[in-house]
């Protein structure tokens, strides 16, 4: 079985415009995590997804969206970039609500650059 | 919300030698505590997690981790380090109450020849 992938793996962007980041999780999985991993610290949730509900959202602004489609990937949007969403961002997949068995399987992430 | 403290920011081991890696939580109840490493430009890799029962835990590669709840503690250990261990270990923690995980800082190993 394919593990977490997502897409692109690199991306270069400039301050104030919009990224979408993409992620399909293990097959029969119905979670999805996304997580910022600034370089020289350990990954910060953004956002968690079930059953394509928001199931809980960290501490980050309003210009971080996400959604859910029916097959269970997943999409990151970033909006008004700032130098300071340079990051790898990551998302990771479980089978059931993070809150219920807490086993998530990460992707490679993508690395976005903001310049 | 929970927290996660890994005290040491970087450690050197010898090849051969054993190793532990330190990881101090925060929460008011038992946490879903896990283990995580990272080779450069990876992403992350579950090598142990805890639950619930035995507090000895047993991982992948060799590794194990013992859940201290008495010292909000959940140390990594090996006993013997070889030159592919080398990476960045995150140990992380979860809620049953919530739907997110708290990592800590990391540790970067170094494994001299």
């Known amino acids: 079985d394919a593990g977490v992938t997502q897409s692109p793996t690199h991306l270069i962007k400039t301050r104030g415009q919009h990224v979408t980041l993409r992620c399909s999780p293990i097959?029969?999985?119905?979670?999805v995590s996304w997580y910022q991993q600034v370089l020289g610290q350990g990954p910060q949730f953004i956002f968690q997804y079930y059953e394509k509900e928001e199931r809980g959202r960290g501490n980050f602004p309003d210009r971080f969206s996400a959604r859910q489609f029916p097959n269970y990937s997943s999409e990151l949007n970033v909006n008004a970039l700032l130098l300071g969403d340079s990051a790898l961002y990551l998302c990771?997949?479980?089978?059931?609500?993070?809150?219920?068995?807490?086993?998530?399987?990460f992707g490679p992430g993508t690395r976005l650059t903001v310049t | 919300a929970q927290s996660v403290t890994q005290p040491d920011i970087h450690i050197t081991v010898s090849e051969g030698a054993s190793l532990e890696l330190r990881c101090n939580y925060s929460?008011?109840?038992?946490?879903?505590l896990f283990w995580y490493v990272q080779s450069p430009g990876q992403g992350l890799q579950l090598l142990l997690k805890?639950?619930?029962?035995?507090?000895l835990v047993q991982g992948i590669k060799g590794f194990e981790a013992e859940f201290k709840r008495s010292q909000s503690s959940f140390n990594l250990r090996k006993p013997s380090v070889h030159w592919s261990d080398a990476a960045e270990y995150f140990c992380a923690v979860g809620a049953r109450a919530n739907n997110d995980m708290r990592f800590g800082a990391g540790t970067r190993l170094t494994v001299k020849p």
């Open positions: 097959s029969g999985h119905k979670s």
């Open positions: 990771a997949s479980s089978s059931g609500p993070v809150g219920l068995n807490g086993e998530q399987y």
């Open positions: 929460y008011g109840a038992t946490p879903y």
């Open positions: 805890y639950f619930s029962g035995d507090t």
